[in-house]
C-alpha cells in the first residue's frame, strides 16, 4: 500500500501513535484530546516539572479536566517524556512549542526550528507532521521542510506528510473548547491535507476546513489576530478621543452592538495580553519587509495598543491629583494580572506593563489577584498579596482594576476605596459611581 492508504488504514483502526512537542496551553490540552480520542500519545516537553506532573496525572491548564488527564495516564493512553528519541515510536507529531518576539520585536522561531531539528534526527517513514505554532506564513515550506528533509534524508510527499494547522485556543472561552473549534489544515500535496485533516476528524467535533497551502493556513491564523488586534485598537483611540469629549466610550458599543449587522463589539482596556493578539501582528509586519511592504494599518493599532500601559497610568495620575496625592509615593493596588478575566493566564498582560511603569513613578505598588498568586515578569518573581477586604481596600490610595474577575466583590471594593480606576468596565452595576472613574 502507499504512504497515504497506509496512514489513513492507521487512522481508522486508532493503531497510529500520536506526539505532541510541547505541553503548554496548546500542547497539553491537543495532547488530552488525542488520547481521548483513543489515540495512544506520547508528550514532549524541555521542563521537567511539566513532564514530571503529565505522568502523575497532575493538572497544570485550566481548560484541562483534572480527571481526564489522570484517567488517561492511569490507562496509559498518555504519557511524557523529555528525550526527543520518542519521535521514533510516533506516527503523527503536532509540534504546539511557543513563538515569541525577541526584545527588539522580531519573530524568535528558534522553539520551532530547534525542535524540527530534533524531530529530523529521529523522524522515520510514513509519518505526518504538523505545526500548530503561529508563525509567518511561509514558515512551514522555507523553513521545517529543508530542516526535516536534509536531518532525516526523507523527502517530504513521498516518505512523510508535512503541515500547518493553527491551534486556536481562547483560554477561559466556556463554549469553545479545543475538541468543539473548528480547525483549518493546510499541507504539502493533495494527500498530505486529506490524511492530516482525517487525522483531526477522528479526534474533534469542530469542523476542519482544507485550505490549498500551508501558507494560506498559516495567513489564515495571522489573519484572526490581527483582525482583533486592529479592532481593539480603534476602540482604544476611540475612547481616548471619547474620555476627551466627556462620552462613556463602554455605552457607545453597547449602543452600536444593538444592530444586528456589520458591528461586532470590541472594547477598550490597559492594553493587549495573550500570547496570539500582542504577537502575531508583528510576525506578518516582519515577513511583508521582505517584500518591501509596509502594513501601515497594523503598525498604527499597535502603536495605539502599546501606548495603552502607559495612558492609563497617566489617567491615574490624573485622578490621584484630584484627589491631593502624587503618583510618587502612592499606593496603588492594581486588581488583576491575568491577560483576560477568569484565567490564570498571564502572558503578555498589559497590567504587568502598568505595574512597570507605576514603580518607574515611584508608586507604591500591590497587585491582587485570586487566580495569580505571583507571577514572574523579566526574570524578577513577584508575590501578590494573599487577600483583600475593607481594611486593605482602605488602605490604598487608588485601586486600578486590570482584569474583571468575576471572583471580586466590587460592591466591598467601591463602598472603602479612596479612588478607583476601572479600565475592564467590572464596576458597570454599582450605583453610587462618586469614586469610580472609567476608562
Not at 490597559?270 to 502594513?295: Q, V
Amino acid at each position: 500500500m502507499s504512504i497515504y492508504e497506509n496512514l489513513m488504514k492507521k487512522i481508522d483502526d486508532r493503531s497510529i501513535v500520536v506526539g505532541v512537542v510541547g505541553l503548554g496551553y496548546v500542547g497539553l490540552p491537543l495532547a488530552v484530546e488525542k488520547a481521548k480520542a483513543r489515540f495512544k500519545t506520547i508528550g514532549f516537553d524541555v521542563q521537567k516539572e511539566k513532564v514530571v506532573m503529565v505522568n502523575e496525572g497532575k493538572n497544570y491548564i485550566g481548560d484541562v479536566v483534572n480527571e481526564d488527564l489522570k484517567q488517561l495516564v492511569n490507562d496509559k493512553m498518555l504519557t511524557a517524556t523529555t528525550d526527543f528519541s520518542f519521535i521514533k515510536d510516533v506516527d503523527f507529531i503536532a509540534i504546539c512549542v511557543p513563538t515569541p518576539l525577541d526584545e527588539h520585536q522580531q519573530p524568535d522561531i528558534s522553539y520551532v526550528k530547534n525542535s524540527t531539528i530534533e524531530i529530523a534526527k529521529y523522524l522515520k517513514k510514513e509519518t505526518m507532521v504538523v505545526l500548530e505554532s503561529t508563525t509567518y506564513p511561509g514558515t512551514t515550506e522555507e523553513l521545517i521542510k529543508p530542516i526535516l528533509e536534509e536531518g532525516s534524508g526523507l523527502t517530504c510527499g513521498e516518505d512523510f506528510y508535512l503541515g500547518f494547522s493553527p491551534e486556536r485556543v481562547d483560554p477561559g472561552n466556556l463554549i469553545y473548547k479545543t475538541k468543539n473549534t473548528p480547525k483549518v489544515v493546510g499541507a504539502i500535496g493533495e494527500k498530505a491535507v486529506k490524511a492530516i485533516s482525517h487525522m483531526y476528524r477522528q479526534v474533534l467535533e469542530g469542523d476542519v476546513k482544507e485550505v490549498s497551502s500551508p501558507a494560506i493556513a498559516e495567513m489564515e491564523k495571522i489573519l484572526e489576530n490581527t483582525y482583533r488586534n486592529i479592532n481593539i485598537g480603534l476602540i482604544n483611540e476611540l475612547a481616548m478621543l471619547c474620555n476627551k469629549m466627556g462620552i462613556n466610550i463602554w455605552e457607545v458599543v453597547d449602543a452600536a452592538q444593538t444592530k444586528p449587522y456589520g458591528f461586532q463589539a470590541f472594547y477598550p482596556g490597559p492594553g493587549l495580553g495573550g500570547h496570539c493578539i500582542p504577537l502575531d501582528p508583528y510576525y506578518l509586519s516582519w515577513k511583508a519587509r521582505e517584500y518591501g511592504f509596509h502594513t501601515s494599518m497594523i503598525e498604527s493599532s499597535g502603536m495605539i495598543n502599546d501606548r495603552m500601559p502607559e495612558y492609563c497610568v497617566e489617567r491615574t495620575g490624573k485622578i490621584l491629583n484630584n484627589h491631593g496625592k502624587a503618583l510618587s509615593g502612592a499606593k496603588v493596588l492594581v486588581l488583576g494580572v491575568a491577560y483576560k478575566n477568569d484565567i490564570d493566564d498571564y502572558r503578555e498582560s498589559a497590567a504587568l506593563r502598568v505595574i512597570e511603569i507605576f514603580e518607574k513613578n515611584k508608586s507604591k505598588v500591590d497587585f491582587y489577584d485570586s487566580f495569580i498568586p505571583q507571577y514572574k515578569y523579566k526574570g524578577e518573581i513577584r508575590k501578590g498579596i494573599e487577600t483583600i477586604n475593607e481594611d486593605i481596600i482602605k488602605s490604598y490610595d487608588v485601586i486600578f482594576i486590570a482584569a474583571a474577575h468575576s471572583t471580586v466583590d466590587y460592591d466591598m471594593i467601591a463602598k472603602n476605596a479612596k479612588a478607583i480606576f476601572d479600565t475592564k468596565n467590572a464596576m458597570k452595576n454599582i450605583t453610587d459611581r462618586t469614586n469610580i472613574e472609567l476608562l
